[in-house]
Nanobody, 116 residues
Framework: QVQLVESGGGLVQAGGSPRLSCAPSGSTYSANVMGWYRQAPGKQRELVASITRGGSTNYAGSRTGRFTISRDNAKNTVFLQMNSLKPEDPVVYYC??????????WGRGTQVTVSS
């Protein structure tokens, strides 16, 4: 079982630019695709962005341009750089990872709260 651990969340001021990180804990697991999802209160979890081991990226939603996904393959770590955050309800960001034909793993999430 692979445990993904997210970090970098917390309370951020409007306009802030936090960076989230996610890596497998105690494992050398290397995923083909890693991604970030977000879930607002009362809403379904939705894709923010994903990235392949080769660096191909996919962004969803209206945050393209303000969010950037990247990864460090040597450290099996994926990042989400978020810029110009706007005040909104607390959102939980989840990391996921998968290999071709293999299971998909999820982190427990890290909450981001943007204050005005």
């Amino acid at each position: 079982q692979v445990q993904l651990v997210e970090s970098g969340g917390g309370l951020v001021q409007a306009g802030g630019s936090p960076r989230l990180s996610c890596a497998p804990s105690g494992s050398t697991y290397s995923a083909n695709v890693m991604g970030w999802y977000r879930q607002a209160p009362g809403k379904q979890r939705e894709l923010v962005a994903s990235i392949t081991r080769g660096g191909s990226t996919n962004y969803a939603g209206s945050r393209t341009g303000r969010f950037t996904i990247s990864r460090d393959n040597a450290k099996n770590t994926v990042f989400l750089q978020m810029n110009s955050l706007k005040p909104e309800d607390p959102v939980v960001y989840y990391c996921n990872a998968a290999t071709l034909g293999g299971p998909m793993y999820w982190g427990r999430g890290t909450q981001v709260t943007v204050s005005s």
